[in-house]
């Protein structure tokens, strides 16, 4: 099949699926979206004859789709820029503590109990797998994915404190994961030696050099828009900057997606203070709304689709199931003993800790990363339970979301959580 072919496919499914959830669901874009996607994949597993033949070929179509290229290689540069875009640099800093350590420590933490939760429980189910790849599953699944919280965060209505934590957390805490990610999967291969010093080599290299490269590669950016003042040049600029950006730093084996992060947070406080015009910054915000709301609508409806592809065992489904429990303990311990640490130095409110473990929400960037691991057994269990608790967070998490943050934060108002 033809690449043409299957983002038409694509594009249009997503162009019905949006529309059936305007008109029927009504649910937040992403999670209409997903259900309408998965809906359409159990009724295609059906035993009905006018379906005959049409799982075969949607199977196929999906076989030719590298998911975790195209979300990890391509679409994530896109969405991670579109949503660091729009962060407002002032209300990260005053929460810099907060986002730093449960983007990092939390991270990490995470992916060891996970890891080792999951090992347990693997075993108890009759499993065989090996501990390095719980780890690589407790990486995987640690993150919370900022294209779910963005998507669905536009219609809770946060107080903005709040927002500002989770969106934060989820800009960085995905860059974070995706280094550990790495290192433990070179572990996994035997392609780095197995020393501290090692380890921290290319998590420093990963992180850091991902962190520094954005800063550069969006001060160049910035540069070159404050000397011009045509807004599609600046567009193209911008562009430029995922493109190239994201590319070079995969090149040199530098964190591409803590790349992306600061470089939009920078054209997107500093670039739209000093370099931009308004008649700029307006079509450059509408550009980059449109590619977030389009690039947002194929990733859900490709997550709902990949049903058609994972593994459906019993056992494998009942360790996804089981699995939830367990990321959702372990979400609590990470996020709530930093902050009952850093209560002695400022206020949180009381509701904070509960909000921001059920809005840890798991997304395509889990999926991908599952998907990215060498074929076999083991992949093949991951990848299914990494599926059963991405479903779990964006339907279920993800559809409570509003009513859990007005119940515990009231009001949308600026707070101490």
Not at 6 to 11: D, E, H, N
Not at 69 to 83: C, P, R, V, Y
Not at 293 to 315: C, K
């Amino acid at each position: 099949m033809r690449l043409f072919d299957i983002i038409a496919i694509l594009i249009s499914l997503s162009a019905v699926f949006s529309w059936v959830n305007y008109r029927f669901f009504k649910l937040p874009t992403v999670i209409g979206l997903m259900l309408t996607a998965l809906i359409m994949s159990l009724v295609l597993q059906l035993p009905l004859p006018f379906f005959d033949g049409l799982e075969g070929q949607a199977a196929k179509m999906l076989s030719h789709i590298d998911f975790d290229e195209t979300l990890l290689h391509g679409m994530l540069s896109f969405l991670l820029f579109a949503g660091a875009l729009h962060v407002n640099l002032d209300d990260l800093a005053k929460q810099r503590w907060v986002i730093g350590i449960l983007a990092t420590f939390g991270v990490v933490g995470a992916t060891f109990i996970i890891g080792g939760g999951s090992y347990w429980l693997f075993a108890w189910l009759g499993l065989d797998v090996p501990l390095i790849y719980c780890l690589l599953f407790g990486a995987l699944i640690s993150p919370t994915d900022p294209i779910a919280v963005l998507g669905i965060l536009k219609s809770v209505g946060a107080p903005k404190t709040l927002e500002t934590k989770i969106v934060g957390e989820s800009l960085f805490n995905d860059g974070v994961a995706v280094v550990v990610f790495l290192v433990l999967a070179e572990i996994a291969t035997g392609d780095v030696e197995v020393t501290a010093v090692s380890i921290a080599t290319l998590f420093m290299q990963e992180a850091v050099g991902g962190l520094v490269f954005g800063l550069a590669a969006g001060s160049l950016a910035f540069y070159m828009l404050k000397r011009v003042d045509n807004y599609q040049v600046e567009v193209l600029i911008t562009l430029a900057l995922v493109t190239g950006g994201y590319a070079v730093a995969e090149h040199f084996h530098l964190s591409a997606p803590i790349t992306i992060v600061v470089a939009g947070l920078l054209i997107g406080n500093h670039g739209r203070q000093s370099a931009m015009s308004e008649q700029t910054t307006e079509h450059l915000d509408t550009f980059w709304e449109l590619v977030d709301e389009v690039l947002n609508a194929v990733l859900f409806v490709l997550i709902g689709l990949e049903l058609l592809v994972i593994s459906l065992r019993g056992d494998y489904l009942l360790a996804g199931v089981l699995a939830i429990p367990l990321i959702l303990i372990v979400r609590l311990l990470s996020v709530g003993l930093p902050i009952t640490v850093m209560r002695r130095f400022r206020e949180f409110s009381p509701g904070v800790v509960r909000i921001l473990t059920w809005a840890g929400l798991r997304g395509g960037i889990s999926v991908a990363l599952a998907l990215s691991l060498p074929s076999g057994e083991t992949r093949d269990l991951l990848v299914t339970a990494t599926y059963v608790v991405v479903v779990f967070s964006i339907l279920v998490q993800g559809l409570s979301l509003g009513p859990v943050v007005r119940r515990l934060a009231g009001p949308k108002q600026d707070s101490a959580v």
